[in-house]
């Protein structure tokens, strides 16, 4: 059973972005079924008796996961049909990713008991400010649509979905929401982890490249916010903090999760 769910969640995903944007109902209750069954797919996957499972294709799945329900939410209001067409086909994928990259298990005996939080925030964390990067990018996108940089190298399908977006106004306003949720995760994340290594390790901080790349994250998330509030930062600006700041945090976890995983094929519980 377990192995059957991510698949119908991916199937879920792709069938609600063919139902057209005037079927509302259909289209709410394809996505909400979708979500509901990759929540089960990830909650069996993640949560064992004794052992959590960790890896990058799991951080992926949950972030995707997350955005869709963020997408779920928002669309109730808005129409956000260009987005579900770029969105949930990638959900799809990230659903069945865990699948082929199943992670390694990490073992619960001797762990604090603040430990599954931890990781629970953390996910949490990574998976609002991809959404957040996700975001940027398609705003990148109809930046450069509505300046015409892209009339002849745009897809036909992209330029269409595109079309069909929110004004960018909105778009930035959704964005620094994300922003401002991933940013508040992200900082619980630090100080949970700070607790979490005193009690493991003796050390409030270990100083390898996860713990520098993730606090440089955290601070290029928090010069974003500064900007936006004292200086009104927004554009291009915005969208390369954003990307930035998700890269950097993408490099500390889920890339070093996958050269050991997939390319070292070692373990890092």
Partial sequence: MQTYLPFLAAALYIA??????????????????????????????????????????VMLSAA???????????SRNLSLDGLKVLLLPNAA????LPVFFPGSLVAMAGKPAMFPWHIAIALLSYST??????????????????HKQASKATPPWLSKAIERLPALLMMEKILFRLVAMGFVLLTLTVLSGIVFSEQVLGVAFKWDHKTILSLFSWMLFGILLIGRRWRGWRGKTVLSFTLSGFLTLLLAYVGSRFVLEVILHRSLS
């Fill in 93 to 96: 994928i990230m659903a069945i």
């Fill in 64 to 74: 995707l996961w997350v955005s869709v329900f963020v997408y779920w939410l928002e």
């Fill in 129 to 146: 400010l991809t959404i957040a990067a996700f975001h940027a990018v398609v705003m990148t996108l109809q930046d450069a649509h509505l």
């Fill in 16 to 57: 609600c972005s063919f139902i057209p944007g005037q079927r509302r109902l259909l289209d709410s209750m394809t996505t909400i079924a979708g979500w509901l069954v990759h929540a089960a797919a990830l909650y069996l996957t993640i949560f064992m008796p004794n052992e959590l499972r960790v890896g990058f294709a």
